[in-house]
C-alpha cells in the first residue's frame, strides 16, 4: 500500500495518491506527466513498488463481453474557474476551489488536516465561500442548471473549519440556500447560529491581492450598508458540477442522447432509462444530485436490470466458501491487535507505534502490528494470513467506529476459519482522535486504555452461530401512489407475488391532485396508466379501503393482518415496503377557509385544469412560499413547493401573458434543471419578492374600487419599504405533511419516525431506502417530500434492495440474542414490558411462569437485561463478565484501591 506522506520518488509529480472502494488510498499514474509514458525514461516508481503492483510496460487490450443490461456510472467532473479565470483562480494564491478545500482540510491531504494558506503555509482566521461558481450563469462558459449540492457542502465545510479552529471567522455569500433535502435546513440553522458564521446574500466581484500577506479583498453590497469591501486570508470557490468528461464520446459509443446541459436525457417519468432501451444510469449522470440520490439511483438501476435479466438470475453467481470453523474451546486466548492509522485520521493524533507496542505487553496477546489502513483489501488478507499462521484465536481491532466496518473483520474471522463472534474492536478514532485531535499525549494514553479494554473483553469472548431463515417470496407494498405502485411492478415483473394495499378506495396518492408536471408529463394520464398495469399484472394483488390490524414476524417471514372492502386478509411475506405517501397541510394562515379567494397550490392547480375563466381572466394573482414549514412547528423545506410555484405561474402566463403574478418568498429552491423554468417564468414577468420569516406578509380582505380584494402587504428589502398589493387570487405554498397513519405504521412494524413525522432511515447516505429494522423497506414521500421522478428513482430502489432479499432462499440474523436462565426466573414479565419488538413472551411450564425469547425476533439491545431484577436473562456478546472485565481494566486497581481508602478516610 501507498504511503500518503512519501510521494517524493517522482520528481515530476506523475504519481498520485487517491481514494477508492477497494483501497482507502491508491497510487494513480498521470500519462501526462510520467517520463516513463512519454519518453521511456525513469521508471523509479515500478523499482522502488514492494508488491509489484506497478506494470509499465502494460499493453492495452480489447475484451468483448456480452451482456444483457448496461449500466452507466461515469459521476462528473467539477466545474474548473481557471478555464474562464473565475474570481482570480489560478492567479491568487488564495483562492482555492471547494474541491482544494476538501484536500486541505481532509486528514490526509497536503497538510495533514491542518487548515493552511498555500501562499505561506499559515492559519486563516478569516474565511470566505462564495457561491454558485459556474452555476446558474448564463454567461458563456457558465452553466445556466443550479448545482443542486453546493449549498450544503459548503455548510458541512464551514462546520468542519469550525471544529478544526472555533475561532476562524466564516462567511458565506449567496444568493438562494437551497437546503432542499432531509435534515438540510435544520443543517442551515446549525451553521447560520455558529458563533463567528455569517451568511450574506450578495453577488460578489474579487477585488485585490495584497502583495504582502497575499490576503483577497471581495466586494459585496447589503442593503443596510451598500457595496462594501472586505479583506479575507482565504476564499473558497463552491463549484459546481459539469457533466462526466469526455460525455460526447460515451453518448456516441453507447447510442444515448444527452441534454441540453450535456447530462444523459432520460426518460420524463423514470430517470434510471436512457434513450435506449436497456441502457440505464445511476447518480450524477442523471444530472446534479447528492449522495443519497446516488445510491438510491444505483439499487433503482439494479430492480432495472434485474426486470430484464431476471431468467438469468442466480445462473452466474457462486457462492462463498469458507473454511471449516477451528474448534477453540480447549485453547487458551491467543490474541492478535492490529492497531490503524487510517491514514492520518489516528495516526496524526495517536502515537501508533507506541500504541502498538503496549498491546504487545498486555496478557494473552500473542502478535500485534500497526496498519496503514486495516480495512483495506490488502490488510484485510494481510490478517487473514497472520491469524492462520499464528494460531490466533481472538482479533482486536483498534480503529474506527465498528458501526461500517465490523462486518468486513468478521468475515477476516472466517476466512481464518475462527468464529466471527471472537472479535473485539477499539474505537480509537471516532472516541479517540477526533475528539481529542489537539491533546495528542493524552489521546494516545486513552488509545492505550481503550485497547487494554478491548483486550481483556476479548478474553471472555464466546463462540456463537447466526440463524439462518427461509425467506417467505412474497413482499407486500403499503402505499398505493405512485412509488408504491412502481416499486410492486418492478418487484412482480421478476416473478414474485405482491400484495398492495391502499388506505384510499382508489390508487393514485397524492398524484390524483395533480394535472401536469413542471416538465410538461401529463400526470392524471400517467398515473392512469400505471393503476391499469397494476391491476392486470397476475403477480400483484390489490386492497383498497385497506387497514393494517396487525403485523408479526420477521425479516423473510411476516404476517400482516389487514382487513378492507375484501374483508379480513392475513397476508404472509418475506418483506415489506412503506409506501405511505404524505398530505397537504391545511392552511391556517392568510385567511384561508376564510375567503374562497383563498386556495392552495393543489387547488389552484385543480382551477387552472379545469379552465375556471374567473380566475385565467383575473389581473392580479399572488402566491407565497413556506406556508406551514421552515417554523418552529415544522422545521423542514417541503421541497416541492417552489416548483409548484414556478409551474403554475408559467401555465397561468400561458393562457393570460396580461395577468401581475408575484411570488413572495425566503428562497427560491428550484434545485438541478428546474433553475431554467425559473429563470423562465422571470424573463416573462413573473415578479419576485424576498421576504424574511421575522416579517411574514399580511394579508387583509378589503374593497378598493368598488370590487372585493386581497390586499398583500410585504416589505421589499432592495427598495426598504412596505408594499401593498391588490390580488384578485392569493395562493399558498402549503407544507407537505407526513401521512397521518404513519405512527400506527411505525409501531405495527417496529420502525423509527424522524422529529418531523416522516419515516427514519437506517443510514442517510449509505442505507437510504433501507431501515433499522431487517426486511423492511422505503421509499416515496413516505421518506420526506420529493418530486415524481424522485419518487419513481426511491421506488425502483425500494425495490432493488427488496430483490436483493426476495431472491436469496435463507437469510442469517445475528447470534448475539438473549437467553434465559429458567432457574432464575421468576416470570415477573419485567423483561416482556420492556422488549419493544415482541421477542420475549411468558410461558407457563411446570416450575410456573417463565420468560422466553424468540431469537429470530431478539435485535439484542439488552434492554431486557436491565430490567430483570434476579439477573435471569442475559445477551450473548454482551455479558456481565465481558463488561466488567472492562471496567476492571479501565482504572488500574492501584488508582481504585487509593480512591476508596480516600473515600473511607471521609467518612
Known sequence: ??????????????????????????????????LYLKEGKCGICESVCDNNAIDLNQKPEKVELKVGAILLSPGYEPFDPAVRGDYAYGTFENVVTSMDYERIICATGPYGGEILRASDNRHPHKIAWIQCVGSRQVTPGGNSYCSAVCCTYTQKQVMVTKEHDDEVECTIFHNDIRSWGKDFERFYQRAADSPGVRFIRSYVSIGKEDPKTKNVSIRYATTEEGVKEEEFDLVVLSVGLTPPAHHEGLADIYGI???????????????????????????????PIDIPESVISASGAEALCGEILDYRRGELAQKRVYPLERDTSNEEPKIGVFVCRCGANIGSVVDVPSVTDYASTLPNVVYAQEQLFSCATSYIQEIVEIIKEKGLNRLVIAACTPLNLEPTFRDALREAGINQYFLEMANIREHDSWVHSKEPEEATQKAKD???????????????????????????????????????????????????????????????????????????????????????????????????????????????????????????????????????????EYLYGDNNKVMTYLELEEQIAKGDETLTNAETLVMIQCVGCRNEERNYCSRVCCSQAIKNALKLKEVNPDMDIYILFRDMRTYGFMEDYYREASEKDVKFI?????????????????????????????????????????????????????????????????????????HVKLRPVDFSTQGIFLCGMAHYPKHITESINQAYGAAGRTLTLLSHDIVTVSGAVCEVDEKKCIGCGACSSACTYGAIELREIKQGKKAVVNPVLCKGCGLCNTKCPTEAISLKHFTNEEFLSQIDEAIPKEETMQHMDMAVGHV
Open 1 to 34: 500500500m501507498p504511503d500518503p506522506f512519501n510521494q517524493d520518488i517522482s520528481s515530476n509529480k506523475a504519481v498520485h495518491i487517491y481514494f477508492s472502494q477497494a483501497y482507502p488510498l491508491i497510487s494513480y499514474i498521470d500519462p501526462e506527466a510520467c
Open 257 to 287: 442522447e444527452l441534454n441540453s446541459h450535456g447530462f444523459c436525457k432520460t426518460n420524463p417519468v423514470n430517470p434510471i432509462e436512457t434513450s435506449r432501451p436497456g441502457i440505464f444510469i445511476s447518480g450524477a449522470f442523471q444530472g
Open 450 to 588: 481503550l485497547l487494554r479494554m478491548s483486550v481483556a473483553r476479548a478474553c471472555h469472548l464466546e463462540p456463537l452461530q447466526e440463524i439462518e431463515l427461509s425467506v417467505n417470496k412474497t413482499a407486500l407494498v403499503i402505499g398505493g401512489g405512485i412509488a408504491g405502485m412502481t416499486s410492486a411492478l418492478s418487484i412482480a415483473n421478476q416473478g414474485h407475488d405482491v400484495y398492495l394495499i391502499e388506505k384510499a378506495p382508489d390508487l393514485g396518492g397524492m398524484a390524483l391532485r395533480l394535472l401536469y408536471s413542471l416538465e410538461g408529463l401529463d400526470v392524471q394520464d400517467y398515473v392512469h396508466d400505471l393503476v391499469q398495469k397494476v391491476y392486470q399484472h397476475p403477480l400483484i394483488h390489490v386492497y383498497t379501503d385497506a387497514r393494517i390490524t396487525e403485523a408479526t414476524g420477521y425479516v423473510g417471514n411476516f404476517v400482516t393482518t389487514v382487513t378492507s372492502d375484501r374483508g379480513l386478509t392475513e397476508i404472509q411475506h418475506g418483506a415489506a415496503i412503506i409506501a405511505t405517501g404524505a398530505e397537504e397541510y391545511r392552511p391556517t
Open 690 to 762: 424576498r421576504y424574511e420569516p421575522e416579517d411574514p406578509p399580511k394579508v387583509e380582505a378589503v374593497e378598493e374600487g368598488g370590487r372585493p380584494v386581497l390586499r398583500v402587504t410585504v416589505t421589499d428589502p432592495i427598495l426598504g419599504q412596505r408594499l401593498a398589493i391588490d390580488a384578485d387570487y392569493l395562493a399558498l405554498a402549503a407544507a407537505v405533511v407526513p401521512s397521518s397513519g404513519n405512527k400506527e405504521i411505525s409501531q405495527f412494524f417496529k420502525l423509527t419516525l424522524g422529529p418531523d413525522g416522516f419515516f427514519k432511515e437506517a
